[in-house]
């Protein structure tokens, strides 16, 4: 069964907005090093974005029937989303919530999450590393 990471608003801007909070490496970088290691495990990966929050509530419905387990970084939909917090929550596998800034240190309504609550971790703050580490720790689970 594949992972699925899925990927929220603005972020296929990645690389070139804000990079001094998000850095300079690109969705596709991102997108790549999680299919190295997820391959490296025999593991297939889902890998999308969406700036919609309706495709990112199919894209977890897809999950739901597919995946083995979920890595989302639903981006702002984070903080305002409870659609996509209702689909994650029908998912019975692991779901891992990466953010690359420390959304904690950062403006105060990013500091709640619709997800957080219902998430098997939380990560915050260590820049495109965060989704290997949610995947190095996914599959070990699974
Ligand atoms: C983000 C943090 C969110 O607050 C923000 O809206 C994003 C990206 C992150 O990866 O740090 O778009 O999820």
New binding site residues.
């Given amino acids: 069964k594949p992972i699925f990471v899925l990927n929220?608003?603005?972020?296929n801007m990645l690389g070139t907005r804000q990079p001094e909070?998000?850095g300079y490496d690109t969705l596709a970088d991102v997108e790549a090093k999680c299919r190295a290691l997820a391959s490296e495990h025999g593991h297939d990966l889902v890998f999308a974005q969406s700036n919609h929050e309706g495709e990112i509530v199919e894209l977890v419905q897809r999950a739901r029937l597919e995946a083995c387990g979920i890595v989302i970084?639903?981006?702002?939909y984070?903080?305002t989303s409870v659609a996509i917090r209702d689909a994650l929550v029908t998912c019975e596998m692991p779901i891992f919530e990466?953010?690359?800034?420390n959304?904690h240190a950062?403006e105060a309504f990013?500091h709640h999450s619709y997800v957080s609550d219902i998430a098997t971790a939380v990560i915050?703050g260590l820049g495109i590393e965060g989704y290997m580490a949610a995947l190095r720790r996914l599959v070990q689970l699974v």
């Avoid at 929220?8 to 972020?11: R, S, V």
């Avoid at 970084?73 to 702002?76: D, E, I, Q, S, Y």
């Avoid at 990466?98 to 800034?101: A, D, K, Q």
């Fill in positions: 929220g608003p603005n972020l909070v998000y970084n639903p981006a702002a984070t903080h990466v953010h690359i800034s959304v950062r990013r915050a």
